[in-house]
């Protein structure tokens, strides 16, 4: 489905490429003549039905189609038998935009999907299952620019030269006052969607990881029922696999009361611990941001930990001044700012309070946040 890669090596779009093909058939048949030819009119997209099949977890509308026949970076209007329209929306490969944009996706390869960035599509539309829409071309290349800007390689597979650590995207954050070798973030060891099981139980097993806080994952219970690599499936039958399943609303209080109770669970089992959501990027990001604050980390060393997943998932340069670095450094400081992080003055900010504040309206009490600093800090806690 709109494989734009493929299109561009061939030096044309297929809305192009039908065009010429009709005029060689002209030339070929003898009705080529000297006189100036009447190009064929291209060929134009025919407004396609589909099916709403459910409502995720996330709260995208997912589809009963595969293919829209369209280029990333085009526009499209849509509209809900259930009476909601949405008008010049972005297909796009994967959920590229700002917070508060809708997109149309086929992100998860087998089906498309009506979403909306940082925020649940189906809440704030109003949109249900069993719903039809009409997806119809608002205008082709209208978001070819932003498209280009966007683009990342989706690292489904390790690329050469890269290390296994870069491509699992894990690492031990030491920022601030917190110990190296305590808190791992990391790649999901659970989901098969970026196929990095079998390297993470490897990683696992090599760091002595005890416990794992996943973000990704929709209970404790449903994990219980699948199979996984020995060491993995090890942690979660023994209980040390905390559940916080985790949407796109940092500020949604039931989110934000599962998060204070996971990490309280957290610093009451044994470490090291590891942290992960599908790639280890964005709802990572977010708790590690809030972590690191917590132990006194700068500003700069948020951002640079934050964004490093950027580079090493999808080779994105750790350049301030690139337009790239730019608009994913802005989807963070979105998505940093839910939780109550600042984008104006965000360096001179005091992001310990503000880490504090978050975790207290997450449930925490004080003592449970310091004892939650004193595990990541490496010190004896009283448990």
Known sequence: MMNLLIRRKEGMSDRWKRAAVAAAALFISGCYTSEPAVQPPVQQYEKLEATVTEIDQFGDAVLD????????????????????????????????????????????????????????????????????????????????????????????????????????????PSAGTMKKGILYRGASPFSEMHQRIDEMEEYLKQHGIRTIVSLSEESEEELKTKEFPEYSKQLVQEGNVIVIP????????????????????????????LIQCSYGRDRTGVICALLEALCEASAQEIIDDYMISYK????????????????????????????????????????????????????????????????????????
């Not at 985790?246 to 090291?272: A, T």
């Open 65 to 172: 189609i595969r293919d829209l026949n369209l280029d990333y970076g085009d526009s499209v209007n849509v509209e809900f038998s259930g009476g909601y329209t949405g008008k010049a929306v972005p297909v796009y490969p994967e959920f590229y935009g700002n917070r508060g944009d809708s997109v149309v996706t086929d992100y998860f390869k087998d089906y498309i999907v009506v979403a909306g960035i940082g925020f649940d599509f189906a809440s704030v539309t109003g949109i249900e299952a069993g719903e039809t829409v009409v997806i119809s071309l608002d205008e082709p290349e209208k978001y070819k620019e932003l498209f280009e800007a966007y683009s990342i390689d989706p690292n489904w597979e390790q690329r050469p030269g890269q290390t296994v650590e870069e491509y699992l995207n894990v690492r031990s």
């Open 246 to 273: 985790m949407g796109i609303d940092y500020r949604e209080p039931k989110v934000m009361k599962q998060i204070g109770i996971g990490l309280n669970r957290m610093s009451e089992k044994e470490g090291p611990y």
């Open 312 to 383: 090493n998932l999808h080779e994105i340069p750790m350049d301030s001044e690139s337009t790239q670095y730019q608009l994913y450094y802005t989807r963070m400081m979105e998505s940093l700012g839910q939780v109550g992080f600042p984008s104006e003055g965000f360096e001179n900010a005091d992001l310990e309070q503000i880490a504090r504040t978050y975790l207290s309206e997450c449930g925490m009490s004080e003592t449970e946040i310091d004892r939650l600093k004193a595990v990541l800090e490496g010190k004896k806690s009283d448990q």
